[in-house]
């Protein structure tokens, strides 16, 4: 079983209110006047409130023609909090954090408030607003629906044996090789395995 082709939202409102308490964008409501020239010409204010995607009409259809094993709506909670719930207990999600190309707003939101990319997929939707899952068999069929009905997808992983979690790799969660010389009390290795426990890096340790 395989995650299916998944289409993208329009804008993050459902999360706005978050990003005036992180950003304190109520303490200085200026912000939302500034046009970064990522943003295209958009202001923060504009990008933050643009309509919501729906997607009921796509959806429904591919539900009629395709076996679907399960749906899951990307709101707060993100990737770590929504997915496991369509999962089985002994299955993970893998979800290729390079399959799509993370919409600016969410960029410079990082970038503005210094957020960690594990904490940013896991409040934020990133650019994907539903996930299908689907058999592999059937993942020609969701791409034949969804590209006839006019809408973006992408391929985000696969469903494979584990815990009833969402495995973020690729992109920011690339995993890192490094070497670590352990002298003295071993300060050096205990940083680096205090940082392995993140979500964000994932350390191979070779004494």
């Not at 600016?104 to 896991?122: C, H």
């Not at 920011?172 to 070497?179: P, Q, R």
Request: proline share 7%; with cysteine; net charge negative.
């Amino acid at each position: 079983m395989s995650s299916s082709p998944c289409p993208p939202p329009a804008s993050i409102p459902t999360v706005s209110r978050w990003c005036a308490k992180f950003f304190d964008i109520d303490g200085d409501p200026a912000v939302l006047k500034t046009a970064p020239a990522e943003l295209g010409g958009k202001t923060l204010g504009e990008a933050l409130l643009a309509p919501t995607k729906i997607y009921v009409k796509p959806v429904l259809k591919v539900l009629e023609e395709v076996d679907v094993k399960g749906i899951s709506h990307i709101t707060g909670g993100g990737f770590y909090d929504n997915i496991p719930r369509i999962l089985p207990e002994d299955c993970d999600a893998e979800v290729n954090a390079e399959a799509w190309e993370i919409p600016v707003v969410f960029k410079k939101l990082q970038e503005w408030g210094n957020v960690p990319w594990a904490e940013m997929y896991r409040t934020f939707n990133m650019g994907v607003g539903m996930v299908l899952v689907v058999a592999p068999s059937e993942a020609d069929a969701v791409r034949a629906h969804l590209t006839e009905a006019g809408e973006t997808f992408y391929e985000l992983g696969k469903v494979v044996p584990g815990h009833k979690e969402t495995i973020m790799k690729g992109g920011v969660f690339l995993v890192h090789k490094i070497g670590v010389l352990v002298s003295g009390r071993g300060s050096n290795l205990q940083a680096v395995m205090t940082v392995s426990l993140t979500d964000i890096c994932r350390w191979k340790l070779r004494l």
